[in-house]
T-cell receptor, first 113, second 109 residues
């Protein structure tokens, strides 16, 4: 158990809809990361927050947004969903900002029909 | 652009048959190279960090090594429970991690 909690574990929705994925980092970790993993793209970095502030952005679509709240949990909002958004979405956390030693949650599997 | 290439894509071994996985990288200013293990339906689990050429790290049957252009993950006398996808990632000066596509390892008893 990594200590990172993600909900929901599975989500099935329709094209055009909006969903919110939630992540609670390990106790004491200030940095939260979101990754997307699909069969054809591998593990792709979306965005990083550190202590409530956005710190780095990767290949995140404009239809996607995220935030980190004062209690350090984070949410990833996906809107106007398309079939191609079906993937595993992972949250990870770390104590430091610069480390590559991340602790991943078990992921949220999103299926868009 | 930073790139990570892992080979082979898939590897099948008999229990006890040692082998190596390769991770070659192109990065502008390496801050660190990381190995992760991912079981089906689970999130990646951190294994090793390597910072400079010549560095080696070991954990049970796994040993990771680093040169200026690639890293190897050596698996000695693997067991079925070592079956997983092994991911390599590099962290450049821009700080974000770039992951390779992974090597799927299957160890048969």
């Amino acid at each position: 158990d990594s200590g990172v909690t993600q909900t929901p574990k599975h989500l099935i929705t329709a094209t055009g809809q909006r969903v919110t994925l939630r992540c609670s980092p390990r106790s004491g970790d200030l940095s939260v990361y979101w990754y997307q993993q699909s069969l054809d793209q591998g593990l792709q970095f979306l965005i990083q927050y550190y202590n409530g502030e956005e710190r780095a952005k990767g290949n995140i679509l404009e239809r996607f947004s995220a935030q980190q709240f004062p209690d350090l949990h984070s949410e990833l909002n996906l809107s106007s969903l398309e079939l191609g958004d079906s993937a595993l979405y992972f949250c990870a956390s770390s104590a430091d900002f610069y480390t590559g030693e991340l602790f991943f949650g078990e992921g949220s599997r999103l299926t868009v029909l | 652009e930073d790139q990570v290439t892992q080979s082979p894509e898939a590897l099948r071994l008999q229990e006890g048959e040692s082998s190596s996985l390769n991770c070659s990288y192109t990065v502008s200013g390496l801050r660190g190279l990381f190995w992760y293990r991912q079981d089906p339906g689970k999130g990646p689990e951190f294994l090793f960090t390597l910072y400079s050429a010549g560095e080696e790290k070991e954990k049970e049957r796994l040993k990771a090594t680093l040169t200026k252009k690639e890293s190897f993950l050596h698996i000695t006398a693997p067991k079925p429970e070592d079956s997983a996808t092994y991911l390599c990632a590099v962290q450049a000066m821009q700080d974000k991690l770039v992951f390779g596509a992974g090597t799927i390892l299957r160890v048969k008893s």
